[in-house]
């Protein structure tokens, strides 16, 4: 029998979650404030300390923040049992979370060890206590559904990324050389294709089919995805480091293969996921969707860029930025905003909902977020995303319309998020 | 199909798409057609709800001898799903787009975390714990509407 241990009164206090995605945001503005204050610079090259400021202050501080957030409030509905102490532990991530990306970003642009070496702290023990709530949920699952299995394949990749970004962090900060020059490529690529995008692909496979009724993900591709990837990572991750070897061309074949097989999966599931939303029965026009289509033909485009990196005659200067801009701006944020915009006004209204008991009526998910509301999100976010590709093509004229609309983006992500939660506020008082 | 899981989840589906063409209708406003399809919505629904509260969640509290279990959180969301559907039935009545697209768009995602929750957890405990029995329950929650 499987009863032992099942909770079906499973969600989290509100403030859980929403610690989360009312931060996150404000981390998009932070990054908006520093691309109008080193302007074309941002776009030179990624490894400026600025550039690396800028892009943990997403990746961490506006991506890990929902994706952490998201986590606490999805496990107990997947997996049937709630994080233990929920409020303990989010207000722990989220508080190590915040100062820690703070500190690296301050570290960063103001060139200061300590703040690094504070940093370090700060983000290995929150991330490690996440990391350990969310896995001893995950490993006690019996029959994990694929979501399951893709979400706790993710969690490990971003403990892959943790100790690599860890390391990279420790030798700036304290200068000692790293062990391998491949550390350097192989953190980026286990906190996007690992933790970020097997994230993404399991909550797709619930996410896509439900909310649309579009037709399931046909089952090799779920069964399989996850379980490829991240054993594609991890034969990347070795290849990577014996070819830093001079002479060793078995071992860049190898790599190059990797590279292959990521991209493919990356684009088949970017394909399948257009495809099932095309065959949607729900034919309303759909902000969540819309986000999704675009976040999967970034994906897409991400992956094939990434392919063209490797044929010498495809390579460019400024390619590095582009799928910088593409992968993160272009779909992982893409893929955050349509989730923000349907889950916070109802995880509020639900929240409402069972506090105001019989009788009582609560505003609706498009009283609490107008369609308006979320239609201005997602067009300032194209917009967005745009001028970003133009900075990273030609940083000199579009940076600053970058930072500006990227800003503008993040303001009105915000401005959503706290329309939401002052609704909220206000009748939970009543 | 002799398992709940199939059953029971089949009926999801068909609950699903009987929601969708009426969310349609109601979109572009033609109202005599998506009264029709929202009744057909409704009636599915509450059948649906039906079997699970009068034959298979009682048989389970029984054999397992849980009170207050996992069937006590799923009828409290049967509870929210209704008041929304009785929510939705007001606004098509007074064809109040606004008002029907919100409620429809709030019960969609209530009730897909229900169904996720009952799709992977309960009906497979519903057919570990019925084992051959399965099937004529599955006769027993058919019988009333046939």
Known sequence: MQQDGLDFKQAPPITVPFRFFLTAPLFGVLAALAMLWYGPDLFVSR????????????????????????????????????VAR????????????????????????????????????????????????????????????????AVGLSAAALAVTLVLGLTLLASRAWGFALPSAALRDLHPAWALMGWTGLLVAGVAYQVVPMFQIT??????????????????????????????????????????????????????????????QRKRRRR?????????????ACLGLSALLLVSQTVAPLRFAQSDLLLGVL????????????????????????????????????????????????????????????????????????????????????????WNMMSVAKVYRRLAAA | MNSISDFMTNNHR????????????VGNGKWPKAQTEFDA?????????????????????????????????????????????????????AKDADGYLGAAETLMVLMQQHNMKEEQMLYRMMDQTFGSEAGTMIERAHAPTN
Not at chain 1, 62 to 71: D, F, L
Not at chain 2, 14 to 25: G, H, P, R, T
Request: hydrophobic fraction near 55%; charged fraction near 10%; proline fraction near 5%.
């Open chain 1, 327 to 414: 992968v993160i701006v272009g779909a992982a944020m893409s893929f955050i905003s349509g989730m923000l915009c349907k889950i916070v006004p109802f995880l509020a209204w639900f929240h409402l909902q069972s506090k105001a008991g019989v009788g009582k009526s609560v505003p609706n998910v498009r009283a609490m977020l107008p369609e308006k509301l979320q239609r201005l999100q997602l067009r300032s976010h194209l917009a967005a995303l745009a001028a970003c590709v133009g900075a990273a093509l030609a940083p000199s004229l579009f940076a600053y319309p970058a930072a500006l609309l990227f800003g503008a983006a993040s303001v009105s992500v915000l």
């Open chain 2, 14 to 25: 068909e609950c699903d798409n009987l929601f969708a063409v009426a969310e349609e209708s």
């Open chain 1, 284 to 296: 309303l026009p759909d902000v969540t969707v819309e986000f999704w289509r675009y976040g999967m």
């Open chain 1, 86 to 149: 929920p409020r303990t532990v989010a207000a722990i991530v989220h508080s190590t979370l915040v100062m820690g990306t703070l500190m690296m970003a301050g570290g960063f642009l103001f060139a200061q060890p300590l703040l690094l070496k504070t940093a370090l702290w700060l983000l290995g023990s929150g991330l490690s206590i996440f990391l350990a709530a969310t896995l001893s949920i995950i490993t006690r699952t019996r029959n994990p559904t694929p979501t399951v299995f």
């Open chain 1, 47 to 82: 490894w400026s300390p600025a550039t690396l400021a800028v892009v943990h202050l997403l990746t961490l501080g506006s991506m890990t923040m929902v994706m952490a957030g998201a986590m606490t409030q999805m496990l107990p509905v997947l997996a049937g049992a709630p």
């Open chain 1, 215 to 276: 037709p399931h993900y046909p089952h090799w591709l779920t069964r399989a995805f996850a379980g490829v990837i991240f054993a594609v990572l991890a034969l990347l991750s070795l290849a990577q480091w014996q070819a830093q070897g001079a002479g060793q061309p078995s071992w860049e074949w190898l790599a190059l293969v990797c590279i292959f097989v990521l991209a493919a999966a990356y684009i088949l599931l970017a394909g399948v996921t257009i495809d099932l």
């Open chain 2, 41 to 93: 919505f409704r009636g599915e629904m509450e059948r649906h709800l039906g079997m699970e509260e009068e034959v298979f969640f009682p048989a389970f509290d029984a054999k397992t001898g849980m009170q207050g279990g996992p069937t006590h959180v799923m009828r409290l969301e049967h509870d929210q799903m209704r008041k929304l559907i009785a929510e939705m039935a007001n606004t098509v009545a």
